[in-house]
């Protein structure tokens, strides 16, 4: 992630970095605030628990389209207060967001109770769908006697670009228009320095008893037992005559739910005997549909909520390997859009080179100006080598040899740059290094500014090359070995293979640091090793490129007490300089860092640490609001019967931590497919200890599909058949 990343690159070595360029304040606890989110396409929203969008210093909540908050506060009273909460809620789809209030005891301007509390119930319900957010407010009077109210609903766009929400201060914006007020209707509109026009349409119905440039009022005479019901629907840049209402809202709701039905259908689907794991896997599911945004290349996960709703290539690359198994086309997705975003040319402004993948796109005014180097940025050492690998992966798992020809000329030219740019001084490794004083100065997936450093806390100066982008290298020559084995060329395949054996090699030589027991964090770009415990050393196991005796020592290091905390694997071992379990890269536990290495462990046959750190990961969610994995928590020692401590500006939904469960499940089965010969395998099954069966329904193999219990039997663990569709077959090794 882009955050807290840039520092100036003369900053003294070890000493204090300037303030991050592009960075989230901590002035605001999402954690404390705990968001109510929705998205759809390029819109998303954040909300407290009333359904409101309290602007303020630090606030996060609002409506946001394409990087611009179109509506930064909505604030509902009744007769002047509050309402109390009684309930807030998202469906289980993310569909919609409910939330339930009632009046508080209410008394006139002489302190004489005029309407006791929990008369008037208030149920607010919400979606996004295609730029637009609506909501239908149900206002019931459950007195014996007809009550007169009034609900007040006050609204503002401030326009800010999520850059400003985030914390950047601008020297100069653009202009606010004044309102524009109909009969039933605001329009609020503001011209930026970019010199584009944005509006929030504000509508109505029934037609408001007031309305005003930043409030509306209606005055309710409610008959006992009666319900009244008020629609409103907010549009973000798009002109909406048609008419609102009843209608309106429920066709939207229809085809919102529809959209999410549809989308999710194409996944496996997960029921266990353990009842809060069916609901991680249900919000888990949900929360990776919720995010996936539809382009003209297929399905793409957006990153996460509300600082990274938008294309992020690593972090894409990584929820598709994760999900691969469950549904392939979010990986053709995937692939095809950052193919068709592939760089073309060098151009340092964008951190951009042929043949290098998107790391981030944004579309806000401070993008379009230049003000951050984000409209199309390429600053990720990783995006490339993972843009292969996972090619490699989608082809194994799906057979879809078209699909590979079409990507052919984005693979060969990714290959290409890892050898002409990646490898910066040709000893074999790819290294990282900004092109310009404006791009990220760490470009690896922890890429805050002191997340790369030397036993002594020094901070490591570049050109960097970081242990895990050499496995995913790795991974890459792997993966094209078997694109051109498949495409019959295998003179070409048998050259892949060989670089891969050759990087393994120099890999083992020059990161494995016996005293250590692990690989070390990186080379500088002296080559000197920062000799650091890391998480990073796991994602070796990931793609293979560690030898089995080595996996025994980095598998030992990894579960020892220093690095793993009772809830996962920390990023940073407590024994190191920089360890801050409260940090953001230095000592905290980040869901789908845990899961990659876990995946890594089964591979290398550590099947009881796999399920360890499943069984952390699970203990933590039965303490997380919604069963919501977030993007990270803090890397504190596991207490008894306490939960983890939570990281104050995580984003959540985050797409590769929702997909990390995902993942964690397959690793501990060892679920494998084989599309050319119909198989479905489980390889050494194993069932984490919270868990005695699961049902898979769908697995999908070529044209056929599968639903597979496995269940738990003494101490082994059994793999049967319930249905099987098309000419597939199931095979389990012990």
């Known amino acids: 992630m882009s955050i807290a990343s840039v520092h100036d690159a003369s900053a003294p070595a070890g000493g204090q970095a300037p303030m991050a360029q592009f960075f989230i304040p901590a002035t605001a606890s999402l954690q404390e605030r705990r968001p109510r989110t929705l998205k759809h396409g390029d819109t998303f929203a954040v909300f407290d628990h009333n359904g409101d969008a309290l602007s303020g210093p630090g606030s996060p909540e609002g409506v946001f389209h394409r990087d611009t908050r179109y509506l930064s506060h909505l604030h509902l009273t009744i007769n002047g207060k509050r309402p109390m909460l009684l309930s807030?809620?998202?469906?289980?789809?993310?569909?919609?967001?409910?939330?339930?209030?009632?009046?508080?005891?209410?008394?006139?301007?002489?302190?004489?109770?005029?309407?006791?509390?929990?008369?008037?119930?208030?149920?607010?319900?919400?979606?996004?769908?295609?730029?637009?957010?609506?909501?239908?407010?149900?206002?019931?009077?459950?007195?014996?006697?007809?009550?007169?109210?009034?609900?007040?609903?006050?609204?503002?766009?401030?326009?800010?670009?999520?850059?400003?929400?985030?914390?950047?201060?601008?020297?100069?914006?653009?202009?606010?228009?004044?309102?524009?007020?109909?009969?039933?209707?605001?329009?609020?509109?503001?011209?930026?320095?970019?010199?584009?026009?944005?509006?929030?349409?504000?509508?109505?119905?029934?037609?408001?008893?007031?309305?005003?440039?930043?409030?509306?009022?209606?005055?309710?005479?409610?008959?006992?037992?009666?319900?009244?019901?008020?629609?409103?629907?907010?549009?973000?840049?798009?002109?909406?005559d048609r008419p609102l209402g009843y209608q309106s809202f429920f066709l939207g709701l229809r085809d919102a739910r529809r959209a999410l039905r549809s989308s999710s259908s194409r996944a496996a689907s997960i029921v266990t005997s353990n009842e809060i794991f069916n609901?991680?896997?249900?919000?888990?599911?949900?929360?990776?549909?919720?995010?996936?945004?539809?382009?003209?290349?297929?399905?793409?996960?957006?990153?996460?909520?509300?600082?990274?709703?938008?294309?992020?290539?690593?972090?894409?690359?990584?929820?598709?390997?994760?999900?691969?198994?469950?549904?392939?086309?979010?990986?053709?997705?995937v692939l095809g859009h950052l193919a068709a975003n592939q760089a073309t040319e060098v151009d340092p402004a964008a951190d951009a080179e042929p043949g290098k993948i998107l790391h981030e796109v944004r579309y806000g005014e401070m993008a379009e100006l230049g003000e951050v180097p984000f409209r199309r940025y390429y600053g990720s050492i990783d995006s490339t080598p993972l843009f292969v690998l996972l090619a490699g992966e989608y082809l194994k798992r799906t057979g879809d040899l078209a699909t590979i020809n079409h990507l052919l000329p984005n693979i060969e030219a990714a290959l290409t740059w890892i050898d002409a740019h990646g490898d910066r001084d040709g000893d074999g490794f790819v290294e990282y290094g900004r092109l310009t004083q404006e791009g990220l100065i760490n470009q690896a997936w922890k890429d805050s500014h002191d997340s790369v450093f030397h036993a002594d806390g020094t901070l490591a100066k570049g050109p960097i090359a970081i242990a895990e982008v050499q496995a995913y290298v790795y991974g890459a020559w792997q993966s094209a070995a078997e694109i051109f084995r498949r495409l019959g060329r295998p003179e070409r395949a048998a050259k892949f293979l060989a670089r891969a054996e050759g990087l393994r090699r120099a890999f083992d030589t020059s990161f494995f640091d016996e005293e250590l027991g692990t690989f070390v964090l990186a080379l500088d770009g002296n080559k000197q090793p920062c000799r650091v415990r890391s998480s990073n050393a796991g994602h070796a196991l990931f793609t293979g490129i560690a030898y089995p005796e080595r996996a025994v020592q980095v598998a030992r290091t990894l579960m020892s007490a220093s690095s793993f905390c009772g809830w996962g694997i920390r990023t940073i071992a407590s024994t190191e300089a920089r360890y801050n379990p409260m940090s953001y890269h230095n000592g905290s536990v980040w869901p789908h860092d845990n899961a990659m290495i876990a995946s890594g462990l089964a591979r290398y046959g550590y099947r009881a640490e796999t399920a360890r750190i499943f069984e952390g990961l699970f203990a933590s969610s039965t303490y997380i609001d919604l069963r919501r994995l977030p993007e990270l928590f803090c890397g504190l020692p596991r207490q008894r019967a306490q939960g983890p401590t939570f990281y104050p500006v995580a984003c959540s939904p985050q797409a590769w931590a929702a997909a990390a469960p995902l993942l964690l499940l397959q690793s501990c089965l060892g679920l494998d497919f084989e599309p050319d010969a119909r198989i479905i395998s489980f390889n050494e099954p194993q069932l984490p200890s919270f868990m005695d069966e699961v049902m898979l329904q769908h697995l999908r193999v070529g044209n056929g599909s599968a639903d597979v219990a496995v269940r738990r039997s003494g101490r082994s663990v059994v793999v049967d058949v319930v249905d099987r569709r098309g000419d597939i077959r199931v095979l389990t090794t012990a």
């Open 88 to 240: 807030s809620t998202l469906r289980d789809d993310n569909a919609t967001l409910t939330c339930d209030l009632t009046n508080p005891d209410l008394f006139d301007e002489t302190g004489k109770l005029t309407l006791e509390h929990d008369l008037i119930h208030m149920r607010r319900t919400r979606f996004l769908w295609n730029a637009g957010c609506y909501e239908r407010l149900a206002v019931r009077n459950y007195d014996e006697r007809r009550q007169q109210v009034r609900i007040e609903i006050s609204f503002g766009a401030d326009f800010a670009d999520l850059f400003e929400v985030r914390g950047t201060v601008r020297a100069r914006r653009g202009r606010h228009l004044p309102s524009v007020m109909e009969q039933d209707r605001v329009l609020l509109s503001y011209i930026g320095l970019d010199d584009l026009k944005r509006v929030t349409q504000l509508s109505f119905d029934p037609r408001p008893d007031e309305l005003g440039s930043d409030h509306v009022i209606y005055d309710l005479d409610l008959a006992p037992h009666e319900t009244r019901s008020l629609f409103i629907r907010i549009c973000c840049d798009q002109d909406k």
């Open 279 to 333: 609901e991680v896997a249900r919000r888990s599911v949900s929360d990776l549909y919720m995010l996936t945004t539809d382009k003209p290349e297929g399905p793409y996960p957006y990153a996460g909520i509300p600082w990274f709703s938008t294309v992020f290539g690593r972090d894409a690359l990584i929820t598709a390997l994760e999900t691969l198994w469950l549904d392939p086309h979010i990986a053709r997705g």
